[in-house]
């Protein structure tokens, strides 16, 4: 019912910086809170960050002070601007939507952040 897109991943140098997106289709009805997740190799997924219908964020602490979430809703998007980059935040970054009334989670088909020098 609701497909998720993300873009933005690739190779970057540490210290330099990305900007995901995650753009949102389909029958999009009712309220969202959206989230980045992360996935390593031979790791468990973790949660990178938050955005609630409000426009309160929140952020791991691995991650506080240099990732920032936003969204725009006029284009069903939410962003995950990556900045001060590091070798341990190489992953696959999904994109999460959580349906509040129904407690439905939709997940994009992620996309891959590697840093490296």
């Known amino acids: 019912q609701v497909q998720l897109v993300e873009s933005g991943g690739g190779l970057v140098q540490p210290g330099g910086s990305l900007r995901l997106s995650c753009t949102a289709s389909?029958?999009?009805?009712?309220?969202?809170?959206m989230g980045w997740f992360r996935q390593a190799p031979g790791k468990k997924r973790e949660l990178v960050a938050t955005?609630?219908?409000?426009?309160?964020?929140n952020a791991a602490d691995s991650v506080k002070g240099r990732f920032t979430m936003s969204r725009d809703n006029d284009k069903n998007t939410v962003y995950l601007q990556m900045n001060s980059l590091k070798p341990e935040d190489t992953a696959v970054y999904y994109c999460?939507?959580?349906?509040?009334?129904?407690?439905?989670?939709?997940w994009g088909q992620g996309t891959q952040v590697t840093v490296s020098s």
């Open positions: 955005i609630i219908d409000g426009g309160s964020t």
């Open positions: 999460n939507a959580r349906h509040i009334a129904l407690m439905r989670d939709y």
């Open positions: 389909g029958s999009i009805y009712g309220v969202y809170n």
